[in-house]
């Protein structure tokens, strides 16, 4: 029995633990109170009522009938959140209790050559502490409780007494005290006897006001030893007692709401629903963009799917398969700069003039002449594009960087500038660290795919070196870019 008691404070103290360290969000989502918001500290007392439950009983006994034993408490309580808590408690009872009326005749320890009779009774006093886990069954399967509070009270605690046994003399004489537990030298305490004990209590509690509240509760508790009774025999070695109270919470703090109490004027919200406002299948709250039209197919966010990564979203993309700029629909620039036939939007020197055949680029000479290597690796550079206002290199351009690649693993010994440009919008110092990201972003692919570090180095420009004009959506295309040059030989 001693080390089933023994499991239980350990497990209750590890449940403390346990779910003292759970957030609000993972107990009790959807609670309708503001944890910020809202008083979790509260604190009352009251009166209480002892019943004793052993070798002797406060109720249903002999011819001395029942025993009422009354007290009074006094506890601290404080909620984690709506439905878990910790309560630190003071009592203080008056304690007594006689024989069952059907008892069996059995020998009493400690006091010799007795055994225990109808007209014996026990009486005293016992004061302790008690720490218990509380648990809002009302908060368990609503948002939150308005105006009754059902909750579970679990704990253990530790207590003295000094009960004493007595013999009633039923013919009017002075009673005859058989053992005094206060003062028994036969105990390890020769002040006052004492136990440790586990209880299991339910309270119900009903909101008054914002500050008080008045709570009934009662409880069954399991001593550890076994003379709370003042009574020991080898028939029965543990005891059970009951408490029922009634007292008043005071909910200390400024704030209106206490942890365990929705707001008197409800919530707003009401209750927690999942509402998808486009019908796209990715719920409000987790949606990146909730008002997308109907039918609009989106990736898991709830984003609007952007095939071509043109930064223009398929549903209004007029070329969603191609990449283009937003000031014409995501559709490429229909504009020819050099005049070569191949318009900028597939050309992959738009500023060179050059062949269909080899997409607008001029044909070079055959052989690995480093000028003619340095002239390809300058036109190529032209076709490496960027994510909108981002170092992120897109997709379509790893292709042009990799021929850039083995053009280089050519010319070992030369080393190459890779220059970041952008155009005009937005501040020049924020260009000049968006163009050396750039810059950086492409070194560092280089880099990963075999190119020494020693060979290439990166610079921004930002918007200080334009090749065409910034007034309208093409120019400014243009001179978002990244330019690459020799810039001498390795030693």
Known sequence: MRRIFLIAILSCFTTTAIFSQFTTDEITYGNRIDLENSNSWAAGGGFSNFIMHGDLRSIG???????????????????????????????????????????????????PNTVIRNNMYFEGTAYGAELNL?????????????????????????????????????SGGPDKPLVDFGTNPARNSKNSASSIYLSGQLGLKRRVSKRVDIEIR???????????????????DWETFFVTSIGATVKLGK????????????????????????????????????????GVMV?????????????????????????????NEG???????????????????????????????????AGNNPSNINNQIALLATSIYFETNSDKIQNISYNTIDKIITLMKQVPNIKFLIEGHTDDRNSDRYNTYLSQRRANAVRKYMIKEGISN????????????????????GGRQLNRRVEIKPAGSLE
């Open 61 to 111: 006994t002999g011819n001395l009938g029942n025993f009422y034993n009354f007290g009074v408490f006094a506890f601290v309580d404080k909620m984690f959140n709506p439905l878990l808590g910790l309560e630190v408690k003071a009592t203080y009872s008056q304690i007594s209790g006689g024989a069952q009326y059907f008892s069996d005749v059995y020998e009493i320890l400690y006091v």
């Open 134 to 170: 509380i648990l809002s069954f009302s908060n368990l399967y609503q948002t939150a409780a308005t105006k009754w509070n059902a909750a579970g009270y679990f704990g253990v605690g530790y207590h003295q007494y000094n009960s004493q046994l007595f013999e009633k003399n039923l």
């Open 331 to 365: 559709c490429p620039l229909n504009v020819d700069s050099d005049g070569d036939g191949v318009m900028d939007g597939k050309d992959l020197c738009p500023a060179t003039p050059g062949t269909i055949e080899n997409r607008g680029c001029p044909k070079q000479e």
């Open 218 to 236: 009662t409880g069954m508790y399991f001593n550890y030893e076994d003379h709370l009774d003042a009574a020991i025999s080898n028939k029965q």
């Open 454 to 473: 020693e060979s290439l180095s990166a610079k921004g420009f930002g918007e200080s070196r334009p090749k065409f004009s910034n007034d309208n959506a």
């Open 255 to 294: 704030k209106k709401v206490f942890t365990i109490w929705g707001d008197e004027s409800g919530d707003s919200r009401g209750k927690f629903k999942i509402i998808d406002t486009d019908k796209d299948g990715v719920m409000d709250e987790l949606d990146a963009e909730p008002n997308t039209p109907a």
């Open 299 to 327: 990736y898991g966010n709830g984003k609007a799917v952007d095939s071509d990564k043109d930064g223009l979203p398929d549903y209004k993309d007029k070329c969603p398969l191609e990449y283009g700029p937003e000031s």
